[in-house]
Nanobody, 115 residues
Framework: QVQIVESGGGLVQPGGSLRLSCAASGSIPSIYAMGWYRQAPGKQRELVATITSGVITNYADSVKGRFTISRDNAKNTVYLQMNSLKPEDTAVYYC?????????WGQGTQVTVSS
């Protein structure tokens, strides 16, 4: 079975940094892209950042210049370096793995930015 495991969430003060990791394991076909989505209380899930196997990145306007997505294709792992965090970044962050016929989702990791 496919396993998607996120880690790195936690509580941080405004202006601080966190690094999220997502590792995909199991029987997975070719991965087209991996990425991060987030969902804050009372809001819809939104795209944060994605990265293709060709290392093409895409960021939400709200995180450009602050977040950096990267990946290790050999390990099927994607990272999200989050700097200059703001209270509005508070959300559950979900890892997404996009393949030909489906999408796999992690269980989410909580990021809380608060003073």
């Amino acid at each position: 079975q496919v396993q998607i495991v996120e880690s790195g969430g936690g509580l941080v003060q405004p202006g601080g940094s966190l690094r999220l990791s997502c590792a995909a394991s199991g029987s997975i076909p070719s991965i087209y892209a991996m990425g991060w989505y987030r969902q804050a209380p009372g809001k819809q899930r939104e795209l944060v950042a994605t990265i293709t196997s060709g290392v093409i990145t895409n960021y939400a306007d709200s995180v450009k210049g602050r977040f950096t997505i990267s990946r290790d294709n050999a390990k099927n792992t994607v990272y999200l370096q989050m700097n200059s965090l703001k209270p509005e970044d508070t959300a559950v962050y979900y890892c997404n793995v996009h393949v030909l016929r489906d999408n796999y989702w992690g269980q989410g990791t909580q990021v809380t930015v608060s003073s």
